[in-house]
């Protein structure tokens, strides 16, 4: 089992993800298919290779980074901030 912070971080743009399942298990292998409230990327479809993470990523931050579910926006929520959690091995 993984221990690391990382593993409750959306891999596409970095939601931490603190009261619910790890977005992939934890052990970082067994996505959930639950849906990012931040991006929209659905784990184990949208971002299974760093590819299909970096072309979500890449479209989500063109159309403005809007959030899928709005009602989980933080107050003060920060852009640069929040991608600095994407896992390393998904920038």
């Keep these: 089992m993984v221990s690391n912070d990382s ?3 959306c891999r596409v743009c970095g939601f931490y993800h603190d ?3 790890p977005p992939w298990g934890a ?4 996505p959930s ?4 409230g ?3 990327a659905e ?8 590819e299909d993470v970096r072309s979500f990523r890449k479209r989500w931050l063109e159309e403005g980074a809007v959030w899928f579910v709005f009602k989980e926006k ?3 929520w920060s852009l640069e901030e ?4 994407i896992p390393e091995k998904f920038k």
């Design 27 to 30: 052990n970082g292998n067994c």
């Design 43 to 50: 784990f184990g479809y949208d971002d299974c290779t760093l």
């Design 33 to 36: 298919f639950d849906i990012c």
């Design 38 to 40: 931040c991006c929209g």
């Design 74 to 76: 933080p107050t003060q």
């Design 82 to 85: 929040q991608m600095r959690n």
């Design 19 to 21: 009261e619910e399942a």
């Design 7 to 9: 593993l409750y971080c």
